[in-house]
């Protein structure tokens, strides 16, 4: 336990508090800015592909043709799905390494 000592020792403690708090802050702001970019870009192309491939399904000449676009259409979904699954959660991993960054000092390490 920290004992203080003085009044002046007490505001230096909540200032320096308070500037960890706000670097952590900036961190998970950016890095939450950096997310929610993504996910809209994500959903941008998800959409993008989707109606492409409605337009070529509603010009399918057969079933098999048809069947061949859905095929495409679910191969190509599902990549883009486990990628951007992998980005986000590298991005996750990020926000939370760069937020606990200013308290690193503050905790002993153990080995």
Known sequence: MVQVQSVEEFQKIGKDNMDLAMKSFGSWSKS??????????????????????????????????ALE????????????????ATKLGELYSALAKEAYKPYEGLFPKTH
């Open 32 to 65: 939450a800015q950096a997310i929610a970019i993504e996910v809209a870009d994500y959903t941008k192309t998800s959409f993008e592909l989707g109606t492409s491939t409605l337009e070529q399904l509603l010009g399918a000449k057969t079933v098999e043709q």
């Open 69 to 84: 676009i859905q095929q495409t259409y679910l191969k190509s979904s599902y990549e883009g799905f486990v990628a951007e």
